[in-house]
Nanobody, 122 residues
């Protein structure tokens, strides 16, 4: 089994920065694609950023140039650096990595963190 622990959320003023972390533990052979989603009150969960095993990334237009996704493969930690935060970035943020438990697994399994709340005040 895999456990995900997210941290780094909180209250920040507009224009400020936060770095979210998602630490994975348990039976892990590799962490493949990584996604970060967010869900604002009353809205659907939306994909914010992704990083793939080939190193390519995807950023939603709303966060391009402000958010950066990264990973520490040695420590099984995923990061989301958020700069120039805006009130509309207020949401619960979820990490969503695809993890292979053993080298025999051709496909990984997608896991979800419990979410961390980011509140940006104007």
């Amino acid at each position: 089994q895999v456990q995900l622990v997210e941290s780094g959320g909180g209250l920040v003023q507009a224009g400020g920065s936060l770095r979210l972390s998602c630490a994975a533990s348990g039976t892990i052979f590799s962490i493949d694609d990584i996604n970060w989603y967010r869900q604002a009150p009353g809205l659907r969960r939306e994909l914010v950023v992704s990083i793939y095993t080939d190193g390519n990334t995807y950023y939603a237009d709303s966060v391009k140039g402000r958010f950066t996704i990264s990973r520490d493969n040695a420590k099984n930690i995923m990061y989301l650096q958020m700069n120039s935060l805006k009130p509309e970035d207020t949401a619960v943020y979820y990490c969503n990595p695809v993890i292979r438990a053993t080298m025999m697994d051709y496909y990984g399994k997608a896991y979800w963190g419990k979410g961390t709340l980011v509140t940006v005040s104007s």
